[in-house]
C-alpha cells in the first residue's frame, strides 16, 4: 500500500490534535455527537502523517473502506475522462468530509489528492457505521453529508451548463468565501488554495480565460489579487455576477 495513503492507525500521537480540542469540531463529524460520547469517534479515527502537495489520499478504483475530514489544508478530488484527462470535481477545506462517493459501489470513483501541504483524518466506515446506528445523531449528520454531496454535484453541472465565464468564477469565489466564513475565518480576504489552471479545470475555462476575467474583476474595482491573495472589495456585486444572494457576515 502507497505510503500516502492514511491507512495505518497511528500510535501514539498526541501532539495532533484530537476531536475535542480540534478548532473545527464544529464543522465536522463531532457537530453531531455529544461530548460524553466524544470518545466512541476518537477511538476509530486515524490520523495520518500531514500529506505533501501532490500525495494522494485514495485513487479511483481503490476499495471504499473510509471517509475523510480535512483538519488542515486543501484536498482536490478528480476523476479522469475517457481521453485521460484529468478533470476536477470539487475542492475540500478544513472542516469537511469527502470520500462519500464510493459507499454505493463499494470503490472509490475518483480520486483525492491533496493540493498543499494537508492534514487527514481517516474515519474507517466498517467502524463508523454500527457506531451510527448507536448515536442516531451521527447517523443523521452522515446523510445530511451525502445529500450535500448529491447537491453539490448537481450545482456543478448548472455551474458548466449555463453561466458565463465570469458568473462561473463569482459563484466559485463566493463558494470560498462563504466556506471560510464557517471557519470563522475573513471571507473578504484570504489565499486561493489552487492554480488558475486548476481553477479553469474545475470550471470548464482555459486559465487564460480565468486569468483575463480576474484581472478584468480587479480593473471594475470588485477584487484586489496579488499572486493567490484575494480581496472581495464588492461583494454585492460579486454576486450579482453570480446571481445569487449576498448575506452580509
Known amino acids: 500500500m502507497e505510503s500516502s495513503r492514511l491507512a495505518t492507525k497511528n500510535v501514539g500521537h498526541s501532539f495532533q490534535p484530537q476531536c475535542e480540542s480540534c478548532s473545527l469540531n464544529n464543522l465536522c463529524l463531532p457537530i453531531a455527537v455529544a ?20 500525495d494522494h489520499v485514495f485513487r479511483a478504483g481503490d476499495a471504499f ?20 484527462e484529468e478533470q476536477i470535481i470539487g475542492f475540500h477545506m478544513p472542516g469537511e468530509i469527502f470520500g462519500l462517493g464510493g459507499l454505493s459501489s463499494g470503490q472509490h470513483p475518483s480520486g483525492a489528492i491533496a493540493l498543499e501541504t494537508a ?3 481517516r474515519i474507517p466506515f466498517d467502524e463508523i457505521e454500527p457506531l451510527s446506528r448507536q448515536l442516531p445523531s451521527l447517523q443523521r449528520h452522515l446523510f445530511h453529508l451525502m445529500s450535500r454531496e448529491i447537491q453539490e454535484d448537481q450545482q456543478l453541472m448548472l455551474l458548466l451548463s449555463k453561466k458565463t465565464a465570469e458568473e462561473r468564477i463569482a459563484s466559485l469565489l463566493l463558494s470560498l468565501s462563504s466556506r471560510l466564513r464557517r471557519r470563522g475565518l475573513s471571507g ?3 489565499r486561493l488554495p489552487m492554480s488558475r489552471g486548476d481553477m479553469g479545470n474545475y470550471l470548464g475555462l482555459v486559465v487564460e480565460t ?12 470588485v477584487l484586489k489579487i496579488q499572486g493567490r491573495e484575494v480581496e472581495i472589495l464588492e461583494p454585492q456585486t460579486l454576486a450579482d455576477l453570480a446571481g445569487t444572494h449576498w448575506q452580509a457576515p
Open 119 to 121: 492534514a487527514v483524518c
Open 188 to 190: 473578504a480576504r484570504f
Open 35 to 54: 461530548n460524553e460520547d466524544l470518545g466512541l469517534l476518537e477511538e476509530i479515527i486515524d490520523r495520518g502523517r500531514p500529506l505533501h502537495r501532490g
Open 210 to 221: 480565468v486569468s483575463r476575467v480576474l484581472t478584468r474583476l480587479q480593473n471594475n474595482g
Open 65 to 84: 473502506d473510509a471517509v475523510y475530514a480535512v483538519r488542515s489544508g486543501t484536498v482536490k478530488s478528480y476523476s479522469i475522462t475517457t481521453a485521460g
